[in-house]
């Protein structure tokens, strides 16, 4: 049992508890920066130990570390990371200064890391609620705002019913394969010859709990309220780091114990994706407030990285953590601006707020406009790439129907992007939107800056995806 493949989690686990203990010992107006300060060094050390650390399996089967796992890992600790900084400026400005806020964020992405390196249903399942857990409560952690408790109890409630479909899929593999181990179950299927209808329920079953996570339709229900009433740094990490944790999941599952399978399940994975993306598109076209639109662009975009999935091979797997890299950077730096987005100390959500930002803060309403032309997918921005990856992965395997509708998808999703552009630029201002903080221009023009230099990693960046797809098929 080599439990140093897992010293990452444990030094996030650590910095957690002392956070808490430090935040019970300490006045709580007094606790949060020093706390988001302390847990800035923990994801940073935590990168580099996953940089740094060996491949194998560990706690007798339980865990396993490999390229892959690696690759996903660092998205999830970069969004986590990015999201604390987020939290800044807008924690102090909502007064929402807990010291819980910090060690939640931490603990959400630990169960993210198990859930990307699980190679056993059971640690599957428990890094899963580790994480869902902790959303749970950050979603409600606003508690002068009754929208923010709705999304709690919402996303709770929904939550928990996707969470017992999967466990009741996790009990049909396990009666139908007497074990739980990845490599295990692939035998027990292979030897079935597909005749145990027991494997194919439990796939299904599965699949939907995954499913809910990424909020792919028809289980993207909670998506919009949640996204809208949660706190704005608590809606960037919800929109990222749990669905890397959830793609992940879907991409061993699919290639490892269920490739078998594959026959079975490649029509779903096409129908929800192209569900996704038409219903995610339309959805967005009517929204007025910002953060659901970018709920339904979110709905959208899973939709396109499940196009890798259908594809079902490396080079799918390839074109979908490209496509989840890129959308990291687009849609941080989008949440970033948006959580700019106040007026006399009031947050504001609604679209037209942006209106003549491109007069009084030119800076910030060019990085907007970045992320929107990268999310439509207009070359040579970061998101043009991620699409262009898919699109490819599903042409290779004759997917041509996905690729095209997804394509044309694309095109017309643009519209909700433009017009947001338009409204920046255009239309006349409704009041000028307070000051930004350092925090705020840091991640907006960062983000800005790697969705359009993305095109100069793209190399390097294929090599080292490349290896992390490999690696689900040795």
């Known amino acids: ?14 910095g957690g508890l002392i956070i808490l203990l430090f935040g019970a010992l300490q006045k709580k107006e007094n606790s949060f920066f020093p706390s988001a300060i302390f847990s800035t060094a923990i994801f940073i050390a935590a990168g580099f130990l996953t940089l740094t650390n060996a491949n194998g399996l560990a706690y007798y089967g339980l865990f396993v570390n490999d390229e892959f796992s690696r690759y996903m890992k660092l998205l999830v600790l970069i969004a986590g990371l990015l999201t604390i900084i987020l939290s800044l400026d807008f924690n102090k400005k909502n007064k929402t200064t807990y010291f819980e806020f910090i060690a939640l964020i931490i603990f959400s992405t630990v169960g993210a890391m198990v859930m990307v390196s699980s190679n056993n249903l059971m640690s599957l399942y428990l890094g899963l609620e580790l994480s869902s857990l902790s959303l749970y409560i950050l979603c409600a952690i606003d508690r002068n705002n009754p929208l923010s408790a709705e999304s709690g109890i919402k996303y709770f409630i929904l939550g928990s019913v996707a969470s017992v479909i999967l466990l009741y899929g996790i009990s049909m593999l396990y009666g139908a394969a007497g074990n739980m181990e990845y490599n295990n179950v692939h035998k027990a299927i292979a030897a079935a010859n597909y005749n145990n209808m027991g494997f194919v329920v439990g796939l299904v079953f599965v699949l939907i709990g995954i499913c809910f996570k990424i909020s792919a339709v028809p289980f993207h229900m909670w998506t919009p309220d949640v996204y809208q009433g949660a706190p704005t740094p608590v809606t960037t990490f919800l929109s990222t780091s749990p669905k890397f944790a959830a793609f992940a999941l879907f991409l061993r599952l699919m290639s490892g114990p269920f490739g078998t399978l594959s026959y079975q399940w490649q029509f779903l994975i096409e129908v929800i994706s192209l569900l996704s993306i038409i219903i995610g598109s339309i959805g967005a076209i009517s929204q007025l407030n910002i953060k659901r639109m970018m709920a339904y662009s979110s ?152 969705t359009v230099i993305f095109i100069i990693f793209m190399g390097p960046m294929m090599h080292v995806g490349r290896i992390a797809a490999k690696s689900l098929f040795n």
């Not at 049992?1 to 650590?14: D, G, K, Q, S």
């Not at 396109?304 to 390839?318: C, H, I, K, Q, T």
């Not at 890129?326 to 970033?336: D, H, I, R, S, W």
Request: a positive charge; zero cysteines.
């Open 1 to 14: 049992m080599n439990w140093t493949l897992a010293i990452p989690e444990i030094v996030l686990t650590i």
């Open 299 to 450: 709905v959208a975009h899973m939709g396109y990285a499940m196009v890798g999935l259908a594809a079902g091979n490396s080079n799918g797997v390839l074109g979908t953590i490209i496509y989840l890299t890129t959308y990291l950077f687009m849609n941080v730096g989008t949440f970033a601006v948006i959580t700019s987005m106040t007026r006399k100390g009031k947050v504001v959500e609604n679209i037209n707020d942006l209106a003549g930002l491109g007069k009084s803060d030119p800076g910030i309403a060019v990085a907007m406009a970045i992320f929107m032309f990268s999310m439509a997918g207009v070359p040579p921005l970061a998101g043009f790439f991620g699409k262009f990856m898919v699109f490819w992965a599903a042409i290779q395997v004759h997917l041509n129907v996905l690729a095209t509708v997804g394509i044309v998808a694309s095109v017309l999703s643009a519209f909700f992007y433009l017009r947001i552009v338009k409204i920046i630029f255009m239309d006349r201002s409704h009041g000028q939107l307070d000051h930004r903080s350092l925090s705020i221009s840091f991640m907006s023009f960062g983000m800005s800056a790697l």
